[in-house]
């Protein structure tokens, strides 16, 4: 799985995946398929496609999960498999988000 899967899933299903990343920081790939790290300030000493080859734990939140969505899915967590697994054929997490598909 590559940064660029992830990207996809974000943006075709509109969520916001997180994951821990070695240093103590945190990645955050939006439902634009931007992936940001808030707690950087300076250019980075890591690459994100080599800090994803480590990670086990994802966290799937829908984007428009609020208040106003209580009967909405909340955010889950993932493991690896089941990360790579929806990355790669889309059939091995059920959909958190279908309303919005054509």
């Given at each position: 799985?590559?940064?660029?899967?992830?990207?996809?899933i974000?943006v075709?299903?509109?969520?916001?995946?997180r994951?821990?990343?070695s240093?103590?920081m945190?990645?955050?790939?939006?439902?634009?398929?931007?992936?940001?790290?808030?707690?950087?300030?300076?250019?980075?000493?890591?690459?994100?496609?080599?800090?994803?080859?480590?990670?086990?734990?994802?966290?799937?939140?829908?984007?428009?999960?609020?208040?106003?969505?209580?009967?909405?899915?909340?955010?889950?967590?993932?493991?690896?498999?089941?990360?790579?697994?929806?990355?790669?054929?889309?059939?091995?997490?059920?959909?958190?988000?279908?309303?919005?598909?054509?």
């Amino acid at each position: 799985m590559k940064l660029s899967d992830l990207r996809k899933i974000t943006v075709k299903k509109h969520l916001r995946v997180r994951f821990p990343l070695s240093n103590g920081m945190e990645c955050v790939v939006n439902e634009h398929g931007i992936a940001q790290v808030p707690a950087l300030r300076a250019v980075p000493a890591f690459s994100l496609e080599q800090q994803l080859v480590g990670v086990q734990a994802f966290l799937v939140e829908p984007v428009d999960a609020g208040e106003k969505d209580k009967g909405k899915p909340k955010a889950r967590r993932y493991t690896r498999d089941e990360m790579v697994a929806w990355a790669t054929d889309g059939s091995g997490i059920e959909a958190t988000h279908d309303e919005h598909e054509d």
